[in-house]
Each structure stands twice: as structure tokens, then as C-alpha cells.
Nanobody, 124 residues
């Protein structure tokens, strides 16, 4: 079993940056694809970015790939989301999720575990 705890959210002005972290516990982290999702007020949850268990393969929501970067440190059981040039429309609760896999692919469907989220608020 994997437990996920997000951190790093907060209030930032438009144009600023934040780095979110997701700390994972459990033996399967190093063989789990990790992904970030977000849910804005009144909207459905959407995919943001994913990384394979080795860190070599990533995938992004098209509209975010120029501003957001996902990475992971398996030695620290942590996955990161670097967010630059933030916009008010990036305001949302950001969730990380994990999916155990035998394949080194950036999965973001059928996630097995979810964190409780961290709130990011971007002011204009």
C-alpha cells in the first residue's frame, strides 16, 4: 500500500512559481507511475502531468507542458511538480496519485492511490 501526502501549495501572485511535493510511503513507490491532477472550484478533476517509475518518461496536459515540470526522486520517495508563470486559472486543489506497474510508462489512468490534495491559489 502507498500513502501520499502533498505539500507546497499556497497563495502566489500571477507570474510566480511554486513547487509541489508529494511524499510517498510504501515499498512500491519505486515501481509506481506517479501523476498530478487538479480540481478547480466547480470543475471536474483533470490530468496535469505524469512520470514513469524510472523518471525517464513523462506526459503532460498539452496546455501546461510549457510551464509545468514533473520529476521524482526515488531515493526520497518523492515526486515534484514545478509550476512556473502561474495564472489565476491554475487555482485548484492539486492531487498526486500512484499506479503500480511492471512497465516504465507515465500512466495516469486507473490510479491505485490518491493523496488528499494541496490548495494552490493564484491571485491576479
Amino acid at each position: 500500500q502507498v500513502q501520499l501526502v502533498e505539500s507546497g501549495g499556497g497563495l502566489v501572485q500571477a507570474g510566480g512559481s511554486l513547487r509541489l511535493s508529494c511524499a510517498a510511503s510504501g515499498r512500491t513507490f519505486s515501481r509506481s507511475a506517479m501523476a498530478w491532477f487538479r480540481q478547480a472550484p466547480g470543475k471536474e478533476r483533470e490530468f496535469v502531468a505524469a512520470v514513469s517509475w524510472s523518471g525517464r518518461n513523462t506526459d503532460y496536459r498539452d496546455s501546461l507542458k510549457d510551464r509545468f515540470t514533473i520529476s521524482r526522486d526515488n531515493a526520497k520517495n518523492t515526486v515534484y511538480l514545478q509550476m512556473n508563470s502561474l495564472k489565476p486559472e491554475d487555482t485548484a486543489v492539486y492531487y498526486c496519485a500512484a499506479k503500480y506497474s511492471n512497465y516504465d510508462a507515465p500512466y495516469y489512468f486507473g490510479m491505485d492511490y490518491w493523496g488528499k490534495g494541496t490548495l494552490v491559489t493564484v491571485s491576479s
